[in-house]
């Protein structure tokens, strides 16, 4: 089973993703704080087809 450690996401994480690296410092942080850690399984799925967005 693979076992990953928790990252902490920072701005500076974030602005490796190329479709966030020109937002605005306060654009990322309020992103940061919209997100949560989920824990899926081996195998899990985050999101099926025909699942409600």
């Known amino acids: 089973?693979?076992?990953l450690?928790?990252?902490a996401v920072t701005p500076d994480l974030?602005?490796?993703v190329p479709v966030f690296?020109?937002?605005p410092e306060a654009?990322?942080?309020w992103m940061i704080a919209q997100g949560k850690?989920?824990?899926i399984p081996?195998?899990?799925l985050l999101r099926a087809e025909g699942d409600l967005a």
């Open 1 to 3: 089973m693979l076992s």
């Open 27 to 29: 654009k990322l942080e």
């Open 14 to 16: 974030l602005r490796r």
């Open 5 to 7: 450690k928790p990252t």
């Open 42 to 44: 081996s195998g899990g």
């Open 21 to 23: 690296a020109h937002l």
């Open 37 to 39: 850690a989920v824990k």
